[in-house]
């Protein structure tokens, strides 16, 4: 249980979040191993479930498999995926492929639903976050 809590602790969707919140964010987690090559996600489908990387490499890709393909980038331990669908339960607007044999923590759509409207400092948290995205989405717009 420390090393998913100290785990979380690196995770800027988290790390301002004191100990017992990331204690209870620990107990739901739950470990996906992904080989080399694979979807973990994959656009236009239902986004159910929140994925914290914790060993490996993947590639966020959209179009994937489409001669218009655009690679958004490629990230390391202690991103994050999925956590905009969960909220908006709207469809993965993008597809991650492992680069390398990965292990993820994954939170599933119920219990982060039923963790954010009982904790207001994670609610808070996950929009300070959401907000520091937004800002930088703008940044990069704005120098194209």
Known sequence: MQDRIEMLRQVPLFQSLPAGSLKIIAGLLSDDYVDEGMEVIREGEAADRLYILVEGEVEVIKGYLQENATALGVFGPVATFGEIGLIDKDTR?????TTERSHFFTLDREPFQILLQ???EICHSLLQELCRR???ADEIASTR
Do not use: G, K
């Open 118 to 120: 009982n904790n207001i």
């Open 93 to 97: 607007s993008a597809t991650l492929v």
């Open 134 to 136: 937004l800002r930088q």
